[in-house]
């Protein structure tokens, strides 16, 4: 596991909204060698879907360096960046984002589409990895007639369909209930170790979080400097409403109220 597959050098990121700037990452510094299964963790706003989409190149930096697989994505063109979304990073979404007129097995081949793969070979490609999410026998089903654990197993299925360097998971199971939630999770796991898919999950959620190999922390846009294992309870944070001190497994803010959960 030493190969590294993403690495992030300083990224910062302010978003203007009217006249003011709001500083959503500041100086992120992170490393993925393959096979790794990171996730980070940290309240509502804490900057984890920017970073993501980020990440993912679904968003640029502000200033900073993002490498994969030994290429400065910040420094690709527009244009290009279509080839490195399709072929690099798989990403999984909170709200699944799978298109409802299409059926489960046609939503995985979907990115295939103009890679120069035959039907045959796109049809054979989603069958196994619906195979492998466990959802052979759900091939023909559109997204409404399937659970939303299953759909997020088509999610999953559909990031890995042109081989993904790194699978980037945004709140997975968000929209998940408690069972559902750690069978996805378990899922994620199942990919890490049986077939090596490396792994970013951003995530709130304690429980889902300790499910990766590292855990780490972001709060107001910064990582935080430890990595902890089963320590979560102790970790202070600030409520990005009040400000004032809150821990990481709250949901909502004790002090604000501000809900703190996505
Ligand atoms: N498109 C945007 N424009 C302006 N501000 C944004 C935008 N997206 C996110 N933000 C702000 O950036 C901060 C981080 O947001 P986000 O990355 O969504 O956090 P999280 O996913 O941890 O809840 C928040 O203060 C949020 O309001
Ligand atoms: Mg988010």
Redesign the pocket.
Known sequence: MNETVLETEKLDKV?K?GGRS?R?LSDVNLQVKKGDFVSIM??????????LNILGCLDKPTSGRIILDDVDVTTVPEKELYKIRRYKIGFVFQTFNLLPYLSAIENVELPMEGTGKSKEEKLKRARELLKLVGLAERENHKPLRLSAGEQQRVAIARALANGPSILLA?EPTGNLDAKTKYEIVRLLGKLNTEHGTTIVM?T?DNAIASHARRVLF?ND?KMLSKEKMGLFAKEKLTC?ACGREIQITHVFCPHCGRKLS?
């Open positions: 978003y909204l709001i959503a940290g309240p509502s706003g804490s900057g984890k879907t920017t970073l945004d951003v709130h972001i846009g990005p996505n």
